[in-house]
């Protein structure tokens, strides 16, 4: 074909491609797309909430027989741990820092298997479990088996934030206490009789009881982003160093600003089985799961009865609260005003 033909032949198309990619500026279509991206379809929702928390103190058998002034020393532990966070994200503070003031202040309260007035192991050793993981970039801190530091939390973080590392242990972890400054104690600080009390009662049993108990925080900030953060004591009676899912990341910690932020509590063995905290984002991210359904998922699927249970907050901050034990010491609040603590049924709002 000669040249001089070829030309109106190439308009022409040109002019139909160009035609499918646009639409006119005066029809429905391009009023559609050429707003705010926000309005388009498929959009993500604006936020529920500028700014959520969630907090646990162990899943399991917790007794409805109780003394009463017991129960209120649980629920004012929680309703203080919780106050102080719904202070600090009121006042903007990041998540990071917000999870780790909170799990600090429930590791200082005798009540929780955390810090002061962890489980005993079976040769009558406190030895202390953390991990602190971070939404925004994925970055975590764990450490196990410490006996001399005084909250955990904070030398989780440490690893984190001054070291290469993800996960210490035993004498290394305290050493690296040393080096970054992190408080130390003498292991008789962790001492409760109540909790030596429930070690003879193991031993005599023979059994490892007290499989439940563990303190934790989850929390979006006004920035949009996660952070989780877990403390535990471990099982009562343990044995050979075992070590349960709260320092594993994935298993009893986890946070992803793609998706949610989760802090577990129950029997550690088969949360790691089962990698219960990342699960709980994969269902989301992968199965496009809500944050509720996930975590039912996760534990009512997952788990047997009465393993444990979490506390979650996803990228929206809407919260689920979830156990398949007879009870879960634990307390939510956000910026609509919600503030809650309970320790058996569910409250408004639970999943």
Known sequence: MRPALLQPLLLTLLLAVA?????????????????????????????AVDWAIAIHGGAGVIPKDMPEDQVQAYRDALESALRLGQERLEAGAPALDVVEAVVRQLEDAPQFNAGKGAVFTNDERNELDAAIMDGRDLSCGAVARVTTVKNPITLARGVMEQSKH????????????????????????????????????????????????????????????????????????????RIGDVPVIGAGTYADNRTAAISCTGWGEKFIRNSIAYSVTARMQFGGATLEEAARAAIHDALDPKDGGLIAVDKDGRLALVFNSPGMFRGAADSSGRFDVAIWESTPGES
């Open 19 to 47: 035609g499918c990619a646009a639409p006119p500026a005066d029809s429905p279509d391009a009023a559609d797309s050429a707003t705010n991206p926000a309005d388009a379809p498929g959009a993500a929702p604006e936020p």
């Open 166 to 241: 993800v996960f210490f242990t035993g004498d290394g972890a305290e050493a690296f206490a040393d080096e970054i400054g992190v408080e130390r104690v003498e292991p008789e600080y962790f001492f409760t009789e109540r909790r030596f009390e429930q070690l003879q009662k193991a031993k005599a049993k023979e059994a490892e009881a007290q499989k439940h108990g563990t303190v934790g925080a989850v929390v979006r900030d006004r920035e949009g982003n996660l952070a989780a953060a877990t403390s535990t004591g471990g099982m009562t009676n343990k044995r050979f160093g």
